[in-house]
């Protein structure tokens, strides 16, 4: 028989430098109950869900800057939400600023928390791929989210809700094939993915009218050939006179998509995930012991270099 677990996609609009966090935190307990009335078992929010995208930011102030990072989750602040999971029996992965003590020093990471459906912390992922740079450049409005966080020292963990293996991942995590295939290797059945992108980034405008394609592009091609359920929720729309994308969606291991966000607000999809989907996946493509040629990858790498006409030769058939 198959197995299934209804996911959603939790989408917000723009949260507002001037929103307070037990305003962001009402709208996200609201997301919740409207994921749950639409069946779903697990729900995953945004990259710095609870906070506007602040990296957009070159901020001098020691104490602003702390207000934007939690040290302690859930606090008094977010403590409603974990009770929401609790009372609708619906697990989430949230994206927060973390600042963590470690050995008596202070430390800024990019994380997502997994919560169970009984509102207990499951586990943390620290994003690894910190995009962006440390200092404003004059005239260029630049992403400085190198700034305000260092990379994540955590791996990528595999933690288990509801006997399924889950792997979290955050935003420009989600372009870099590693990081499906780590997570996935760590035996990953369904992978959720939080973020913030800008519609322009001055570094790149041509790319503007691509943003989207480049949204789900890797995050299609990590799905299908690693055979894993993709959910990813945006914070979309105009924040703080940022354009944010949107485009959340949960992606089938097939490749497809099977539910998409259809505006920049606050919006729920929701689809039921098959699980046996995967291993049928993985019998048609993917069969490491069947297919996979490590002996063969190994004197690729090591041809790798000059072109050698040599090593070419090996291949020729007449
Ligand atoms: N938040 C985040 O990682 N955003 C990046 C865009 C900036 S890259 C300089 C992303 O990959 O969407």
Redesign the pocket.
């Known amino acids: 028989m198959n197995r299934y677990l209804t996911l959603a996609a939790c989408q917000t609009g723009p949260v507002q430098r001037s929103a307070s966090r037990s305003e962001t935190v009402e709208r996200l307990i609201h997301l919740l109950e409207r994921a749950a009335k639409a069946g779903a078992e697990l729900a995953v929010f945004p990259?710095?869900a609870l906070t506007t995208?602040f990296?957009r930011w070159a901020l001098e102030d020691p104490r602003e800057i702390e207000g934007f990072y939690e040290q302690q989750l859930p606090g008094p602040l977010t403590q409603p939400l974990y009770d929401a999971a609790r009372r609708l029996k619906v697990g989430f992965a949230l994206g927060f600023a973390e600042l963590a003590e470690d050995q008596g020093r202070r430390r800024r990471f990019?994380s997502m928390e997994l919560v169970g459906a009984d509102g207990a912390t499951i586990g943390r992922y620290r994003?690894v791929?910190?995009?962006?740079?440390e200092r404003a450049e004059v005239g260029v409005t630049?992403?400085l989210?190198r700034r305000y966080f260092e990379p994540g020292n955590l791996g990528f963990p595999v933690y288990r809700y509801r006997g399924v293996r889950i792997g979290l991942s955050?935003?420009?995590?989600?372009?870099w094939p590693e990081t499906y295939r780590m997570l996935c290797l760590n035996g990953a059945q369904i992978v959720l993915i939080g973020?913030?992108?800008?519609v322009v980034?001055d570094?790149?405008p041509a790319q503007a009218h691509l943003?989207m394609f480049h949204?789900h592009l890797p995050m299609q091609a990590g799905a299908y050939q690693n055979t894993v359920w993709v959910a990813a929720a945006a914070k979309a729309g105009l924040e703080d006179g940022q354009a944010l994308?949107g485009g959340s969606c949960i992606i089938a291991p097939t490749g497809e998509i099977a539910a998409l966000a259809l505006s920049v607000d606050d919006e729920v999809v929701v689809h039921r995930a098959d699980l046996d989907l995967i291993g049928a996946c993985q019998r048609v493509n993917f069969d490491f012991a069947r297919y996979r040629r490590p002996a063969e990858y190994g004197l690729i790498a090591q041809r790798a270099g000059p072109l050698d006409s040599s090593a070419l030769s090996h291949g020729k058939t007449s």
């Open positions: 990259e710095l995208f990296p990019n994003k791929h910190i995009p962006g740079s630049t992403h989210e955050i935003c420009s995590d989600r372009r973020y913030n992108t800008p980034l570094e790149a943003r949204n994308i």
